[in-house]
């Protein structure tokens, strides 16, 4: 029996929803790439940084566009950095280190990027390291320099209700709520589901299609550990603001219809998405 993963089991759902994933993979790659060319618009070429860079995508688009630019990736996984470097991008110069404690010079980049790496900074941290690190961004940048994130979003709180259609699902959702270490997860049951806020239903939606890509008791403590959505748009906004930066542009971006596809044999739910991501573009504000 695996007490791990009960729902495990069940072979043709287990394989309905690998296939479903690989799926999303492919095309959530495509829709990264693209949303990423919106992004590189607001870059300013020059010493060009990537906080939590793994294995090189954002830094590979970075070298093809801006081939005269100075791109420094700093991320703590040891082994992703080796893929990066074996990659052999052009003035790419990996650096193993935590983003939170970054060992560079102040006024030095013309851009710093945070693709999909904040929310582990928060995950970690909480509020306080986000905001340790914002203010040590702000220390890093040239009086003219820009800071680009772009990260999941969560939605403006209410509650929202998540029927189960499998025992295993519901089952999966209750060590979910009880075991999730990065904020508590308060939900009600009903005779078919749960009610529960909408950002914390949409963070186990993330996690239940991920741990069927990838079941294994690593992989699970690895994701009790880590809040994707964790800032709302009003929360970002006010981070960078208390932060002293200006916000210059906010996209929010939408949400993708796999997780319907690949979710749906397994649960039913009230609510639609819009919005999963937000990109920023930030300008530090300095004292005269």
Known sequence: MNIIFPFLSVRTQEHDIMNHEEDMQERALKRKAHWLEHLMTFVNPGTILECGCGSGFVCEMLSSQFPDSCLIGVDISFNRLRELKEKKYPSVFPIQADISQLPLARKRFHTVLFVSSLHEVFSTYGDTGVYSVMKTIHSLLKEKGVLLIQDFLRPSPRQVTVEFKTAHARSYFTRFATEFRVRPIPYKETPKGVTVDIGDAIEFFNTYLYLNRSPSPESWEEE????????????????????????????????????????????????????????????PSFNP
């Open 224 to 283: 009790m550990n880590e809040s994707h959505y964790f800032y709302t748009k009003e929360a970002f906004q006010q981070m960078a603001s208390e932060c002293s930066y200006r916000v210059t542009h906010l996209s929010l971006l939408p949400a993708p219809d796999e997780y319907n596809t690949a979710l749906s044999p397994h649960m039913h739910w009230d609510f639609t998405l819009d919005y999963q991501y937000i990109q920023l573009a930030l300008i």
